[in-house]
């Protein structure tokens, strides 16, 4: 079955940075978008960067300039690099997965805490 597993969250210090990874299995994922997203308590899921197939970047203007995204095809793995972290970034971050025909992101990780500190 298919599996995404995130990792790399914790507690950083605003200003500080994080990585986070997400490790895809049980499916072809070069053929598919990846994604992260974040919930923060009390508020709705917000789409943060997607990158396609071929590695094209889409970005929210929040995280835009501080967030990178990336992708090993051959490590089924996508990255998510978090600079200067700020403590509204504190949030349960999930990686998710849109097979190339898929309007939407269908596959979801389990998400990993990101906690930034004043």
């Given at each position: 079955q298919v599996q995404l597993v995130e990792s790399g969250g914790g507690l950083v210090q605003a200003g500080g940075s994080l990585r986070l990874s997400c490790a895809a299995s049980g499916l072809t994922f070069s053929r598919y978008s990846m994604g992260w997203f974040r919930q923060?308590?009390?508020?709705?899921?917000?789409?943060?960067?997607?990158?396609?197939?071929?590695?094209?970047?889409?970005?929210?203007?929040?995280?835009?300039?501080?967030?990178?995204?990336?992708?090993?095809?051959?490590?089924?793995?996508?990255?998510?690099?978090?600079?200067?972290?700020?403590?509204?970034?504190?949030?349960?971050?999930?990686c998710a997965a849109r097979y190339v025909t898929w309007e939407d992101f269908g596959y979801w990780g389990q998400g990993t805490q990101v906690t930034v500190s004043s």
């Open positions: 923060a308590p009390g508020k709705e899921r917000e789409f943060l960067v997607g990158i396609s197939l071929s590695g094209g970047q889409s970005y929210a203007d929040s995280v835009k300039g501080r967030f990178t995204i990336s992708r090993e095809n051959e490590k089924n793995t996508v990255y998510l690099q978090m600079n200067s972290l700020k403590p509204e970034d504190t949030a349960v971050y999930y």
